[in-house]
């Protein structure tokens, strides 16, 4: 990919906010400093206004974010605790976890 290209592709995913915060944080600097840079946020920021106007900006769900990144980038290596405490798993770890305090808890009264 030539320099230019990378810079268009820099300054697109810049418009489109899909740059991690110190990226984000970088390229807004050299913005400010690189003439061709800011160009190509420009042209960026000219077509994609003219495609989606003023839709609303909505996030996406934890989940479909996930699945997105890891079509994206592959899978992400996670500990089976990080995959546990994830939003969507909570209120499976917490009925697991009150089920073996119930138990615990019969376990103990009848054996007192």
């Known amino acids: 990919m030539a320099v230019a290209d990378d810079m268009s592709l820099l300054a697109g995913e810049y418009a489109l906010g899909l740059l991690d915060r110190e990226e984000r944080d970088r390229v807004a600097r ?3 400093t690189d003439a ?7 042209f960026w920021q000219r077509h994609l206004l003219a495609l989606i106007g003023r839709m609303p900006s909505v ?10 990144e890891e079509r994206l980038f592959g899978i992400e290596d996670r500990s089976l605790w990080q995959d546990l405490l994830a939003p969507e798993h909570r209120g499976i770890l917490v009925l697991v976890v009150g089920a073996k305090v119930a138990a615990i808890g019969v376990l103990l009264a009848l054996l007192l």
């Open 36 to 42: 061709d840079l800011a160009a190509e946020y420009a």
């Open 59 to 68: 996030a996406p769900s934890p989940r479909v974010k996930a699945g997105l």
């Open 30 to 32: 050299r913005i400010v």
